[in-house]
């Protein structure tokens, strides 16, 4: 069963930047859109990032100016900047094609934003 495998996450100061890495195989990276998910601690899943296979890029309301996806299909991996970090987006990260797909979930990445 194939996961993807993020990184990048950590403990950070609030207004501090993380970069997010996720690296897919390539059968699944080509093909699809890629998007940056998080889940905090008591709250739903939810999408916070997309990209098209062509780089086309949208967000979620809550992150729209500081964060950015973008992807480098040379390398089939999909990032996610995020500069000027708050406590609230403190969150285990994931990466998954977007739409998603259920058996694609790996183990995602902790994101603490903390002073």
């Known amino acids: 069963q194939e996961q993807l495998v993020e990184s990048g996450g950590g403990l950070v100061q609030p207004g501090m930047s993380l970069r997010l890495s996720c690296t897919a195989p390539g059968t699944i990276f080509s093909t699809n859109g890629m998007g940056w998910y998080r889940q905090a601690p008591g709250k739903e899943r939810e999408l916070v990032a997309a990209?098209?296979?062509?780089?086309?890029?949208d967000y979620v309301g809550s992150v729209k100016g500081r964060f950015t996806i973008y992807r480098d299909n040379a390398k089939n991996t999909v990032y996610l900047q995020m500069d000027r970090l708050k406590h609230e987006d403190t969150a285990v990260y994931y990466c998954?094609?977007?739409?998603?797909?259920?058996?694609?979930w790996g183990q995602g990445t902790q994101v603490t934003v903390s002073s």
């Open positions: 998954n094609t977007a739409p998603w797909l259920s058996n694609l």
């Open positions: 990209v098209t296979s062509g780089g086309r890029a």
